[in-house]
């Protein structure tokens, strides 16, 4: 093999995984934005504890089916220890246990300026977690992603006859927020970092997916013995039971392998920028599908936004291509 063919192989590898970690993470973050009026539509139905099982039940079904005919029932196995499934799936429920918490605590306004710092948490769990640097270009990124965020939740605010400051006015949940989206994030790297590197991120997902469910029903009996939850949904209309499926396959089964497939060749701190385009692709989606007019300043908001993802990418590029020049 030639000097210049030799240097061009871990260029096309770089390029390979920039194509294949971008997708998964775009993937994600569609699909997230689907989950947004979805959620929303189901909790109209089901109690916000009890639709997370049931969602993930429906997702271990598809995930294993979709397991054995692609590699076969050996792969249903665990490959690490229990204990480490066990604490992964603790980490997923978690995070869907202390949203919803704080969600049920403090004003949707919070939780959606709380999860505009997404970047911010993931760096500092990277951190502690890892001893990761901050990569190149990180803090501009993050910058232009909190204030488009900023933006578009000022104007959704507005909209809803409600403001920041009254947004803001402590009950609670807003700890419980961002405890969530640094429990999503200890996810994130441990289900890289615990799994063997040929394990294919289907079977992790599918693992940690069916390892959640008995802490998310432990977590609703729970609710339901305190009376945060109440009497569950046992006979569904026919409408509610088409969204919840379209959500437990697309939002939460084959969202999360995309996920893991973008954790696995971009990193977890371009994941925490991506994290920030889930509202934009929610307002395109309800415009689309539900009806929802966008506001002006919505809509600018998530331009600036992507504009913080495309950067962040680009600074990655500059960085690749200088140490294989």
């Known amino acids: 093999m030639s000097a210049s063919a030799s240097a061009d192989a871990p260029v096309a590898t770089l390029q390979r995984a920039a194509l294949v970690g971008t997708s998964g993470y775009l993937i994600a973050s569609v699909l997230w934005g689907m989950n947004l009026p979805l959620s929303s539509a189901l909790l109209k139905h089901f109690d916000p504890f009890w639709v997370s099982p ?128 640094c429990s999503w994030t200890t996810y994130s790297i441990l289900a890289q970092r615990w799994f063997a590197a040929d394990t294919t991120q289907l079977r992790r997902t599918y693992l940690t997916t069916i390892g959640a469910l008995p802490w998310l029903l432990l977590f609703w009996l729970i609710a339901r013995a305190t009376g945060l939850a109440g009497q569950p949904n046992l006979h569904p209309t026919p409408l509610p039971v088409i969204q919840l499926l379209v959500a437990a396959v697309f939002c939460t089964a084959l969202a999360t392998v995309a996920w893991n497939t973008g954790v696995s060749r971009l990193g977890i701190q371009t994941g925490g920028m991506w994290q920030n385009t889930v509202p934009v692709f929610a307002v395109l989606i309800s415009l689309l599908f539900f009806g929802v007019e966008p506001l002006a300043e919505q809509l600018i908001g998530g331009a600036v936004v992507l504009a913080g993802v495309l950067y962040m990418q680009w600074q990655r590029a500059r960085s690749a291509a200088q140490r294989t020049a």
């Open 54 to 181: 049931l969602r993930y039940v429906v997702a271990t079904a598809l995930l294993g089916l979709m397991l054995v005919l692609s590699l076969g029932p050996r792969q249903l196995r665990s490959p690490i220890p229990l204990w480490r499934v066990a604490v992964l799936s603790l980490c997923v429920a978690g995070f869907l246990t202390f949203y919803n918490l704080g969600l049920y605590l403090t004003h949707p306004m919070t939780v959606a300026a709380l999860s505009a710092g997404s970047p911010v948490y993931v760096a500092v769990v990277s951190r502690v977690m890892t001893g990761a640097r901050l990569e190149r270009g990180f803090w501009g990124a993050t910058l232009l992603t909190l204030i488009g965020a900023g933006i578009a939740i000022q104007a959704r605010a507005r909209a809803g006859g409600a403001s920041l400051d009254l947004a803001f006015s402590l009950k609670g949940g807003e700890l419980l927020v961002v405890l969530g989206i």
